[in-house]
Nanobody
């Protein structure tokens, strides 16, 4: 599986961004697509994921009221809509895939795209 993340940028607190993750043709519908982020000096952490066949999302508790993950099968793309961004959301964001249901740890995700930088500052 090949993944290509995009959509990062520099924004001010309170702004919104939408990240995109383009998925290769060979992605099976049994996959779950996830977003992780890693701030400088921090471990990579789970943000959100969605099951590719049912489109069932699940989130890190601290973002579930601000972030929305969705998938477009026709475009083979998974999106992460982020609203009311805060400085603590600053990180490199990665998309990844797994075949494990409801996975949340990086070790459970086998394929990773390159990251896209999100910077939130005033």
């Amino acid at each position: 599986v090949q993944l290509q993340a995009s959509g990062g940028g520099s924004v001010q607190p309170g702004d919104s961004l939408r990240l995109s993750c383009a998925v290769s043709e060979r992605t099976s519908r049994r996959y779950t697509l996830g977003w992780f982020r890693q701030a400088p000096g921090e471990e990579r952490e789970f943000v959100a994921a969605i099951t590719w066949n049912r489109g069932a999302p699940y989130y890190k508790d601290s973002v579930k009221d601000r972030f929305t993950i969705s998938g477009d099968h026709a475009k083979k793309t998974v999106y992460l809509q982020m609203k009311r961004l805060q400085p603590e959301d600053t990180a490199v964001y990665y998309c990844a895939t797994t075949t494990k249901a409801w996975a949340r740890t990086p070790a459970d995700f086998g394929s990773w795209g390159q990251g896209t930088q999100v910077t939130v500052s005033s």
